[in-house]
């Protein structure tokens, strides 16, 4: 079974950094691009950033870009978001999902998500 | 950026009843070199996540009932439900996947609810 597991939300002051991870199993990790999407409450969805299979390519919504970088191990089937200069809007639910192998596609499978809130 | 408008946003229709959403692309996501709409529709239910309905505008993902049907080309797109049943009651999401660099963007959602 295809499943994407994301782990290192929580609660951060503004100006703060944190660093999400998301383990993925069932798959050939390497063998596809990879995203972050994020869903601030009750709000619609956001692509956040995608990772070419070897990590060559990386691209960002412009309201992250200089402060969150997306890397991958695939050694070790995970994928990051390393979150620095959080801002309030940046409170949300953070899925990590898999894209296509020829490009980043459509999203499927997601996480679960893990909610990050950037509060003093 | 590829901007998507989906309408309406938010939807009530009877049991059994047609159901259907539509979304819109500032620029056609069609692309000419292999006749394909990069297009999605995804389905999100309370607290979960969203689950791949449809891709290449009209392709329906394995295990996603036949009801559920995309439609659609350039920049107009039509999400489908034929038969509304309790079980559909969501937020549908458009997403465009055609922007190059990979810079991708979703419709503001559409609720749907029975009426």
């Known amino acids: 079974e295809v499943q994407l597991v994301e782990s290192g939300g929580g609660l951060v002051q503004p100006g703060g950094s944190l660093r999400l991870s998301c383990a993925a199993s069932g798959f050939t990790f390497s063998s596809y691009w990879m995203s972050w999407v994020r869903q601030a409450p009750g709000k619609g969805l956001e692509w956040v950033a995608n990772?070419?299979?070897?990590?060559?390519?990386?691209y960002y919504v412009d309201s992250v870009k200089g402060r969150f970088t997306i890397s991958r191990d695939n050694a070790k089937n995970s994928l990051y978001l390393q979150m620095n200069s959080l801002r309030a809007e940046d409170t949300a639910v953070y899925y990590c999902?898999?894209?296509?192998?020829?490009?980043?596609?459509?999203?499927?499978?997601w996480g679960q998500g893990t909610l990050v809130t950037v509060s003093s | 950026d590829i901007v998507m408008t989906q309408s309406p946003d938010s939807l009530a229709v009877s049991l059994g009843e047609r159901a259907t959403i539509n979304c819109k692309s500032s620029q056609s996501v069609l692309y000419s070199s292999n006749n394909k709409n990069y297009l999605a529709w995804y389905q999100q239910k309370p607290g979960q996540p969203p689950k791949l309905l449809i891709y290449?505008?009209?392709t329906r993902e394995s295990g996603v009932p036949d009801r559920f049907s995309g439609s659609g080309s350039g920049t107009d797109f039509t999400l489908t439900i034929s038969s509304l049943q309790a079980e559909d009651v969501a937020v549908y999401y458009c997403q465009q996947y055609y922007s190059t660099p990979y810079m991708y963007t979703f419709g503001q959602g559409t609720k749907l609810e029975i009426k």
């Open positions: 290449w505008a009209s």
């Open positions: 990772i070419k299979q070897d990590g060559s390519e990386k």
């Open positions: 999902a898999r894209g296509g192998e020829e490009g980043p596609l459509w999203f499927d499978p």
